[in-house]
């Protein structure tokens, strides 16, 4: 196991990014900071139903422990109701609970893969994979999605960086940062590539709650039948109910019922070895998810209003512009190249306080790329905006 990879993120973060090292010295020195990278739903005003939040984790059943290595009958079949309501029919039988998404990855990377096997991440993405995959001793590729428009898979690309050792591909849906759901024409394509290459696919879906119009297609769902590829659909509080302190997600299993059976089996043997998930929050989840649904949609109503007010920001001739997206809680900015992503980053943080990410950080293709959330309150958010708009005027005039 390499050394690096026992460096937490918050030391990387902090140590190994020149922006991040900056944002934490003027945080120090009690400098302003508007902050649009904000990626936790409890700290950004939403009214959260706290009376009945503390009435679910504080069940009778939370006090005795009988564990399950999938989890708890109770909190699996309100999951399963979830999906259903979705129009997806996945059993209680086919979920597995663990304590977050990480967790989630972290777990199907030793269920698939041994160590030195490979997994393909898609390009722009989310940089969490790397530092799991370090810790589980799994090596990544990337396959790009292309803007042109929109953002669309590059299944052509995606063959081509598949390996000997290539075990299965991630698809986030919508991806983070970039928004984009895959169509019913590339899941297709994804199958069919994965299925004559015997990979599994792992579908992150712990955005899909936060579509802008019609609801983005579910790897989990397959018409009449199970998925032709073995198939992994994360979930988890965190996002779908603004919930990340209770520390749950879950894992759906679809596809060939051979395959699909025996990797829940595994992933039982794998589950009771951690049994990492509070009883408290398991006996708790058919509450907590009715109790989110209210965060849920402010968060939703937020996320909307806010990349609505962006799309119409830039002022008629504007050097900058939003892309285009379908779905999550980020927004991804196409910006002037007259200075690297970094150096954008650090010029609106020392001279307009503006935290934002640059896109380096999650694999954008060449310079002119800036990542902001959706998630601050509505004033803080176009104060932001508005400071780096008058930057980027500034800085191409």
């Not at 129009?87 to 972290?106: C, F, H, R, W």
């Not at 030793?110 to 940089?127: F, H, M, R, S, T």
């Not at 007259?338 to 999650?362: A, C, I, K, N």
Request: contains cysteine; negative net charge; charged residues 25%.
């Amino acid at each position: 196991m390499p050394a690096d990879a026992f460096t937490s993120r918050t030391a990387w973060r902090r140590d190994s990014n020149p922006l991040a090292r900056r944002l934490a010295e003027l945080i120090a020195a009690g400098a302003p900071i508007i902050d649009l990278t904000e990626s936790n739903p409890t700290r950004c005003g939403f009214a959260y139903p706290a009376q009945a939040i503390r009435e679910a984790i504080s069940l009778p059943e939370g006090l005795s422990y009988a564990p399950d290595p999938r989890g708890a009958l109770s909190a699996r079949q309100a999951i399963a109701a979830r999906f259903a309501a979705r129009g997806i029919k996945v059993s209680p039988e086919q979920l597995v609970l663990t304590a977050s998404t990480s967790e989630a990855y972290a777990w199907l990377f030793k269920l698939l893969c041994e160590e030195g096997d490979e997994v393909l991440i898609p390009a722009p993405g989310y940089p969490l994979f790397d530092f799991i995959a370090r810790l589980e001793g799994v090596k990544l590729s990337r396959y790009p999605l292309v803007y042109d428009g929109g953002w669309r898979l590059d299944a052509d690309a995606l063959a081509s960086a598949i390996g000997r050792r290539t075990r299965a591909v991630i698809v986030v849906q919508p991806n983070n940062p970039t928004g984009s759901f895959l169509d019913g024409g590339e899941i297709e394509r994804l199958r069919s590539i994965c299925a004559t290459r015997g990979m599994a696919i792992i579908s992150d879906e712990v955005f899909a709650d936060y579509s802008y119009e019609e609801a983005g297609l579910s790897l989990a769902r397959a018409g009449d039948g199970e998925p032709s590829v073995l198939t992994f659909t994360l979930g988890g509080l965190s996002k779908s109910a603004g919930l990340p302190q209770m520390k749950l997600s879950w894992i759906a299993i679809t596809g060939p019922v051979p395959e699909r059976d025996e990797a829940l089996q595994r992933l039982e043997v794998i589950g009771d070895t951690f049994l990492s998930v509070a009883t408290p929050v398991q006996a708790g989840l058919p509450r907590l998810l009715a109790a989110g649904e209210s965060v849920r949609d402010q968060i939703r109503d937020r996320v909307r209003a806010n990349r609505a007010w962006l799309r119409v920001a830039p002022a008629v001739g504007a050097a900058w512009s939003c892309l285009d997206a379908d779905g999550g809680w980020y927004a991804v900015l196409r910006v002037p190249r007259v200075m690297s992503d970094e150096e954008w980053g650090m010029t609106l943080l020392e001279q307009d306080r503006v935290h934002l990410h640059p896109g380096y950080l999650f694999d954008f293709p060449g310079e002119g790329y800036l990542v902001v959330s959706l998630l601050p309150e509505p004033a803080v958010f176009r104060d932001g905006i508005r400071r780096l708009d008058a930057r980027i005027g500034m800085s191409v005039a």
